[in-house]
């Protein structure tokens, strides 16, 4: 299983062919059946996602929401948060339109 997914993945992410193999071995380990497993890890690949027991968890519980409509579970996609650099770059865009809005209410001021 982990041959296939690095085959198809393998290029796409930084992360180490040790780690993918862990998180693999530990799902197998407590029980997760191979078929919904392969399906988590291509849902987490498709995502370009690190293979993590967290992002697993997360591609398996979508799966039992497509197969359970009324399951209570969080969009592995929805889940993503904004990077650091994202927060940044906001910050710094809302910073400048606060700075213009406060130039041009003082030229405004100045007419």
Known sequence: ???????????????????????????????IEPNLLWQAL???????????GGTLQFALA???????PNADVIDLAAARRPSTTDQR?????????????AHDAKTRENQ
């Open 89 to 101: 770059v906001n910050a710094a865009l809302e910073l400048g339109r606060r700075m213009q809005a």
């Open 62 to 68: 979508e799966l039992k929401r497509h197969h359970s």
């Open 1 to 31: 299983m982990f041959a296939k997914w690095w085959e198809q993945y393998g290029r796409q992410t930084a992360q180490g062919k040790a780690s993918v193999r862990s998180a693999i071995t530990a799902a197998i380990d407590n029980g």
């Open 42 to 52: 291509v849902r987490v690949g498709d995502l370009s996602k690190p293979i993590t």
